[in-house]
């Protein structure tokens, strides 16, 4: 498999890189007091101080919509799983034509009024939301779906009280099998946004997941891991986020015959991401495209339309990608 690397910008003139205010002063920004490079110099590094200051009140607004909807999502979702089809499997995706169901036909409907992408059925769709966040996060990015031809998109929550991304994908597993039974569909698609990416990728690298997923799709997810969590973050989940973690080790192991398609979308603005780059994904033996986000943060990248835009052509195929969307 190829790697499709991100698009790159020039260095910056080299010069003493900011560090964070001495005891952190009284008066000065509380994101100076976070070990390593303060968690808002990379932008101010590369001269984006004004977008940087309009993707943070975007998500303070967000924020201030998502605690409203919060209540909302913490009950699981119940769906009404659709009616059983022959055609259930996606005729132009290769490993569904090898795993399709005896007696299915694999063809899609045609019809000249639909969208281009209604013109087939999709896999169902898995969302995975992030850090003590609950399924409400994807209430917009699940609606943009529906309304374009997914029949089956579901937002999932895993307990607050996991304490380690292999238990949360271990749990992800028992839940993908049955929606294959339910669906007729031998492989699903994932969407997750931050430590949702990462719970999702551990399952299909680690876990056999790779059998069961056919795309995952991650946004702001630390990759590679942030500096922007302290290394003495009481949670273990946070820990598990830091750059060389036990499990980001793992997940840079070999991975060989790895069946998955990864899209990376990261965010230029992400306060969340030390470096930005960290939501990248570089893996050898992963087939992956990063998709680099201009103008918006973390917590804006699940509702923003054009990531949604985006989001829905990379789980419509496997054709070609844009390095990089504006989204200022």
Known sequence: ??????????????????????????????????????????????????????ATAIDVAVLAGHLLLYPTGILPERIAAPPHQADGQDPQDPQDSQHRAPG???????????????GRSHPPVLLLHGFVDNRSAFALLRRSLLRNGWTRVQALNYSPLTG???????MLGPHIERVCAESGHSRVDIVGHSLGGLVARYYVQCLGGDARVRTLVTMGTPHSGTRAVPALAPHPLARQMRPGSPVLEELA???????????????????????????????????????????????ALPVHGSVAAEIRRALSGPGPLPGAIDAA
């Open 164 to 170: 380690d991304i292999r238990t949360a994908a271990a």
């Open 253 to 299: 192991r070999p991975a060989p015959g790895c069946r998955t398609r990864f899209v990376a979308f990261w965010s230029d603005l992400d306060e969340l991401m030390i470096p930005a780059e960290a939501a990248c994904l570089e893996h050898p033996d992963l087939s992956t495209s990063n998709i680099k986000v201009r103008g918006v943060g973390h917590l």
């Open 104 to 118: 299915a036909t694999g063809k899609a409907r045609s019809d000249p009024a639909l969208l281009p992408t209604e």
């Open 1 to 54: 498999m190829t790697a499709q690397s991100s698009e790159s910008e020039p260095d910056p003139e080299p010069g003493p890189t900011p560090g964070p205010t001495p005891g952190g002063a009284p008066g000065g920004s509380p994101w100076s007091r976070i070990p390593g490079r303060a968690l808002w110099s990379g932008a101010l590094w590369n001269g984006h101080t004004a977008e940087l200051a309009k």
